[in-house]
């Protein structure tokens, strides 16, 4: 399986349980990887047919600004479906870090793997 793969894209949402959270956006940032076969955008090269980054952003970037979340759990559940759903894919990967929880680490977050059945 070809991957394709977004590192370290910075989104600010409203995430957050507790009251001064709900009245702030906060940055996450995510690492994506996708299972998308290349070969047949490789072959002519064409954009058409490849996973195009740019439209993958920016659905990423209309989502975080709508979303309302509690838990990056939700989050990340949400935005997964969101993505496979709109392009298509079959399988991905999601790490979603919150920067700044614990001034002991540089995040902290969780990471999902979905796949279409």
């Not at 392009?87 to 614990?102: D, E, H, Y």
Request: some cysteine.
């Amino acid at each position: 399986m070809d991957k394709v793969f977004i590192e370290g894209l910075e989104v600010d949402t409203v995430i957050g349980a507790y009251d001064w959270e709900r009245g702030i956006r906060q940055c996450l940032r995510l690492d994506l990887t996708f299972g998308w076969d290349i070969r047949p955008a490789a072959e002519r090269d064409e954009l058409d047919k490849a996973l195009d980054y740019a439209k993958v952003a920016a659905a990423i970037d209309g989502f975080a600004e709508a979303a309302r979340f509690e838990l990056v759990e939700t989050f990340a559940e949400r935005l997964a479906a969101h993505l496979m759903e709109e392009f298509g894919i079959a399988w991905m990967r999601l790490r979603v870090t919150k920067p700044g929880v614990n001034p002991r680490a540089r995040g902290m977050g969780v990471e999902i793997e979905r796949s279409r059945s």
